[in-house]
């Protein structure tokens, strides 16, 4: 799946600056560094924004390119943040088979947002991913922790009603 950036505008703190600066320091000069300032960079932020990235490429003094190249590459990066509730829909055989497309266009109605996105209240993200691992209950999707199966369409807006309140 594409990833693609969010409209969400970026919110650092100086204390997430300091730590950035700190890991900076640690590997700035060492060959592959890049890739461990990114990974420590999302513990710190929780996903990549640009503007991490552009600070990240300045301080390594490599081209922007390079960096954003490495965090669109790589699934384990993240250019979103992730919602307080995340919805992930499996899209993985079993689940695709019995109707998890279906699912993930009702979600996308429901949330007003695109797979890789965020509502505009931070509330909610929505992704879909690959097997969970409860073919069995086919169609899955989970939110934050909680796992949902043998779902239809029409029992969604109810699900999502539950993290609203």
Do not use: W
């Amino acid at each position: 799946m594409k990833k693609t950036m969010t409209s969400v505008p970026f919110k650092g703190t100086p204390e997430q600056k300091e730590k950035l600066d700190a890991v900076i320091a640690e590997y700035k000069g060492k060959k592959g560094a890049t890739m461990p300032i990114l990974q420590k960079a999302q513990d710190i932020y929780g996903y990549l924004p640009t503007e991490v990235q552009h600070y990240i490429a300045n301080a390594l003094d490599v081209p922007f390119s390079e960096v954003y190249g490495i965090v669109t590459f790589y699934a384990q990066f993240l250019l979103n943040p992730k919602g307080e509730h995340p919805v992930s829909v499996c899209l993985g055989t079993a689940c695709y088979v019995k109707g998890s497309g279906k699912l993930m266009e009702e979600l996308q109605n429901i949330l007003n947002i695109q797979p890789g996105g965020i509502t505009d209240d931070l509330k909610f993200s929505l992704d879909a991913t690959r097997c969970i691992g409860a073919c069995g209950l086919a169609p899955v999707m989970t939110i934050g922790e909680d796992v949902y199966g043998r779902l239809e369409p029409s029992m969604l807006k109810d699900i999502i009603n539950k993290y609203r309140a």
